[in-house]
Structures are given as structure tokens and as C-alpha cells.
């Protein structure tokens, strides 16, 4: 099993830049998680897909966040345009949800973004 | 509102050496209850977890963590740390809806040889 895939692993870039970030979560999986860990905030979610439906993105800063599912195996968070504030590591998950308690979450090695 | 709170931020111990880690919560009703492990750039990685029942909780790579209501806390113990056991530790309550969590801010763990 190759677990979560995400990529890039490193990404730097300057500020205004549009920044996509890809996740291939665990094949079979049905639900994907997108979070950001930042030595201030700790580690938030940002949104939720169930059946690469977004059922919570509450999480998501400001319009210049977007996330798109487009199939159960691919997804993207992306930035635009992007800011300093917005470097930190982004993490996707995905889990195998049955909707009635809390299942495991396996983590992608995330995507270290640097905005300069 | 539910919150974690991780009150040591680093601690080191010595391999052989035991080990807890503590966790407080507030939670309104019976909460759900994780540790998770992140090892130097990887994901994180779920120990174990408690949702009721035995509030001695057995995880993987030879962790355990007890669920004591009475203090709010769900503190994680190894009886003897290994080397690779080295890496940041979260503890997490369960927020709602099945997926969300509230994560504590973390202990990173030191192992000296």
C-alpha cells in the first residue's frame, strides 16, 4: 500500500503566486481531509470531502484558498494568490469513513510551503 | 468549547527509560480520545485511541494510555523508550461529526542514547 500521496514535498514560490498542492489518498478511502500545521496555530483542518463531496470547509481561511475532488483518487488545494502568512506544512488524509464513529486517518508526508 | 491541552512542550528521557506523556481535555460529554505520533517529516500516524469501555488503552509500537475522567486527562506511557520513539506527539479529542478533531499543541520527544 503506498499510503497518502502528496506532492510536491517542498514547494517555495513568492508572494502572488498561485500555488496548487496534490494529494492521491489511499485507494478505496472515501473521505479527504486537507490540514495546515503551523508552529502559531498548531494543526487545523481546512475541508472535509466525503464521496469528493466538501462537506465542511469551515476551516478554510479566506477566498484565496480553493480545494477541488475532482475523482476519489485525486485532489488539489490551491492558493491564490498567495502570501507570506500562508507558509506552513499542508497535510492531506484520507480515511475509510462508515459515517457513524470516528475512523483512523493516515497522513500524507505533507507539502512544506515557503511564501516569499 | 473543547480544548487539549499538552502542557510539556519537550521532554527528554533516556532510552530504557519510561515515559508519559500528559493530556487534558474539556469536553462537555464522553469524549473520543487519540495520540498521534509525527516522526521528522512524515505525516502523522495514529497510536491509539480510546472511545469507551477499559480506559486502559493499548496502541502500537508498545504504547498505552489511560483514560481518567475524574482528571480529564488521557496521559500516554511506554515502559521503555527506544530510540526511534524520538518524534512529536499529539494528543486529540474528537470535535464532532466523526472526522474532526481539536489537536493539542504537541510534545516533541527527545531520546538520549
Known amino acids: 500500500d503506498a499510503g497518502v500521496i502528496q506532492s510536491p514535498r517542498h514547494e517555495v514560490t513568492e508572494m502572488g503566486q498561485e500555488v496548487t498542492l496534490r494529494c492521491k489518498p489511499i485507494?478505496?478511502?472515501?473521505?479527504l481531509f486537507w490540514y495546515r500545521q503551523t508552529m502559531m496555530r498548531g494543526l487545523e483542518l481546512l475541508i472535509y470531502f466525503n464521496n469528493n463531496v466538501p462537506i465542511d470547509d469551515s476551516g478554510m481561511p479566506e477566498d484565496r484558498f480553493s480545494a477541488k475532488m475532482p475523482n476519489a483518487s485525486f485532489s488539489t488545494l490551491k492558493i491564490q494568490p498567495s502570501e507570506p502568512r500562508d507558509s506552513a506544512v499542508y497535510f492531506c488524509?484520507?480515511?475509510?469513513?462508515?459515517?457513524?464513529?470516528?475512523?483512523?486517518?493516515?497522513f500524507g508526508p505533507g507539502t512544506r510551503l515557503t511564501v516569499l | 468549547a473543547q480544548s487539549v491541552t499538552q502542557p510539556d512542550i519537550h521532554i527528554t528521557v533516556s532510552e530504557g527509560a519510561s515515559l508519559e506523556l500528559r493530556c487534558n481535555y474539556s469536553y462537555g460529554a464522553t469524549p473520543y480520545l487519540f495520540w498521534y505520533v509525527q516522526s521528522p517529516g512524515q505525516g502523522l500516524q495514529l497510536l491509539l485511541k480510546y472511545f469507551s469501555g477499559d480506559t486502559l488503552v493499548q496502541g502500537i509500537k508498545g504504547f498505552e494510555a489511560e483514560f481518567k475522567r475524574s482528571q480529564s486527562s488521557f496521559n500516554l506511557r511506554k515502559p521503555s523508550v527506544h530510540w526511534s520513539d524520538a518524534a512529536e506527539y499529539f494528543c486529540?479529542?474528537?470535535?464532532?461529526?466523526?472526522?474532526?478533531?481539536?489537536f493539542g499543541t504537541g510534545t516533541r520527544l527527545k531520546v538520549l542514547a
Open positions: 486529540a479529542v474528537g470535535a464532532g461529526g466523526t472526522y474532526k478533531y481539536i
Open positions: 488524509a484520507s480515511s475509510l469513513s462508515s459515517g457513524s464513529s470516528y475512523n483512523e486517518q493516515f
Open positions: 485507494s478505496g478511502h472515501n473521505s
